[in-house]
């Protein structure tokens, strides 16, 4: 039983390059969530799902897009990556809104 | 939608004494209460929480307090040790409702020896 896995861990990007953080839970959970975190700020949720083929904004979504396909799977994506995005993104997933969450170990994320 | 406030942002304290965090919230219909931690370079972890129908939870030396009339609820660490050293972060929500928790911006405690 993995939980949650992201990938990939670490990731260094240029300004305007894109890529995607893959989030995989095996815990049949129907909410997922993409958080990011920057030194002082805490937890800020980007976007999150309440299930399969559902999607909403959290605080601060501007610049990043998700997609949930499949319900193990929540994939964030970045279209045009800024140094502002330079961050520690955690993925989490519940079974219900407001419980539990379990987290994912973290993508660090470099935009230079 | 619910804001919640968590004090103090950073706690230094020596081995061996209590460390007290407060956290404020603003919806009245909240009821679910958790605590996480996370230590340097790790994920956040789920440490204690506490539903709106119990006053006060502890487990070992950890306990959770909830006063709903003033929307406040605090974690309480007794006899801390250095593997206390951690950030804390407190969140709300509404187990029926929500489809989220929010969190408060976190508390870094350092224990000194």
């Known amino acids: 039983n993995a939980g949650v896995t992201q990938t990939p861990k670490f990731r260094v990007l240029k300004t305007g390059q894109s890529m995607t953080l893959l989030c995989a839970q095996d815990m049949n959970h129907e909410y997922m969530y993409w958080y990011r975190q920057d030194p002082g700020m805490g937890l800020r949720l980007i976007h999150y799902?309440?299930?399969?083929?559902?999607?909403a904004k959290g605080e601060v979504p501007d610049g990043y897009n998700v997609s949930r396909l499949k319900k193990q799977n929540f994939l964030l994506g970045l279209e045009s990556a800024a140094p502002s995005q330079t961050s520690v993104y955690f993925c989490a997933s519940t079974l219900s809104g407001a419980n539990v969450l379990t987290f994912g170990a973290g993508s660090r994320l470099t935009v230079l | 939608g619910e804001n919640v406030e968590q004090h103090p942002s950073t706690l230094s304290v020596q081995e061996g004494d209590s460390a007290v965090i407060k956290c404020t919230y603003s919806d009245s219909a909240s009821n679910y209460f958790p605590w996480y931690k996370q230590e340097l370079g790790k994920r956040p972890q789920l440490i204690i929480d506490i539903r709106s129908n119990v006053g006060e939870k502890k487990d070992q030396r950890i306990a959770v307090t909830l006063n709903k009339t003033a929307k406040h609820f605090s974690l309480h660490i007794t006899e801390t040790q250095p593997e206390d050293s951690a950030v804390y972060f407190c969140a709300a929500g509404n187990t029926g409702t929500a489809s989220k928790l929010t969190f408060g911006t976190g508390t870094r405690l350092q224990v000194t020896l």
């Open positions: 799902s309440v299930g399969e083929g559902t999607t």
